[in-house]
């Protein structure tokens, strides 16, 4: 089994650039050392997923689980896994609720799967990670970005194809800075996500030379965000930074009205705001109105044949956020499981790492599975990049997108960069 060895983020330099996502509160760690149960070995690989299906990131459910879906179709067209088909997905809803995430991820396990893809949420993952790995089973995310699962107790059962959010600050404070702007407010959910995120964007903003006169978190259900709206006015910035879920829509509002929307001052958010939908939600039939604003986010269609394929596959797709890195966290498990010759998720979860680095490059599950077959070593680079895994299970590194909204409310993304995370 994959030593649990968990080492946090080094990051140095403003130009330091990576990933977001997701979060909100977590559970208790695993004690150091737990004993997993071991599994029987069925010759089958069976995935789940715990994915948003409803709730406040239900708009990010489609493009992951279907992505889930056409990369299992993949590795079928390839001849499936081990000799055989991989079954249909056993699936199941975060919701945007710990106690109902937990529950499906009981309801995936008693399936007996061997992986299980999600959440999408940090908070989701962190309520049901626990019980996910003490029961021996691979957990992996494609878009979990809070700092908490660098270090986590996992027993090396845990995954995530997107870095975590320590790095995407720098890059937040760079693109605003970048801008010219020197006296910014941020303000964040109050959870691991935004805590997360507030943090190392503050730092960012302050190695970078600007002051950050406002830097607080606000409780996201919240019904009105008047009171951090009101802070932030009365700091006087050039700019906000807002990171957020789906009650940004409020606060992009109430920014707007109290004359801080971005034909005022610089707006910025993250991959929480990252949606063709977000002006046509902030100021139905004026979607200009969010003309200007800007953020960072993981790329979401770095890799055209991949979003052309996606797109025949699923055809009513309108979101692509974060579908590539599921994509790569089925993909990954897959290979693994060719490489380790088993099903047995503790011996998936022993290639996990080792799969992505280090060995001869190949970018499709058919390639490398032809190079496992031919005894060679495989170094996979996936279809959001390069995954380079470290010990702690996660990339160093990865493409980031600067998103921004042109004079007609349209998003456009008109930088990516491929980055490294600096871990080992």
Known sequence: MKAPIRRSAIFAGVATLVVTLCGTTGSTQAGAGSVVPARDEDGELKL?????????????????????????????????????????????????????AAQSAERVLAADVDAIIGAAA????????????????????????????????????YFRTAPSDVLQGPVLAGVVTGDGHDRVAVIGRADDYGRGLLE?????????????????????KATNFDQVVQKVKDARPDAVVVIAFEEGVQILQALIEAGLGPDQIGVYGADGL????????????????????????PSAAANEQYVKDLKEFAPNLKELQFAPQVFDCVTTIGLAA?????????????????????GEKCNTFDACKKLIAAGRDIDYDGVSGPLEFSDAGEPNRATIEVYAYDDKGVLRTPVRTEVSTGQE
């Open 274 to 297: 990252r949606s063709e939908e977000l002006p046509s939600l902030v100021a139905p039939g004026n979607p200009e109105r969010l003309a200007g604003m800007k953020g960072t986010a």
């Open 48 to 100: 789940g997923y715990v994915l948003p299906e409803t709730g406040q990131l239900a708009f990010l459910g489609p493009p992951q689980i279907e992505s889930v879906r056409f990369a299992i179709k993949t590795m079928n067209d390839a001849g499936g896994v081990l000799g055989r088909p991989v079954p249909t997905v056993v699936s199941s809803d975060e919701a945007g609720q710990e106690a109902v």
């Open 338 to 358: 060719e490489k380790a010759g088993t099903d047995d998720p503790e011996k998936i979860a022993d290639e996990m790492v080792g799969i992505t680095k280090d």
């Open 200 to 220: 190392a964007t503050k730092k960012g903003l302050e190695d970078d030379g600007a002051t950050v006169p406002v830097a607080d978190t606000y409780d996201p």
């Open 122 to 157: 940090s908070g989701m993952s962190l309520a049901f990670i626990d019980r996910v790995t003490g029961a021996g089973v691979v957990q992996c995310s494609g878009s979990n970005t809070a700092p908490t699962f660098t270090d986590y107790d996992d027993d090396g059962f």
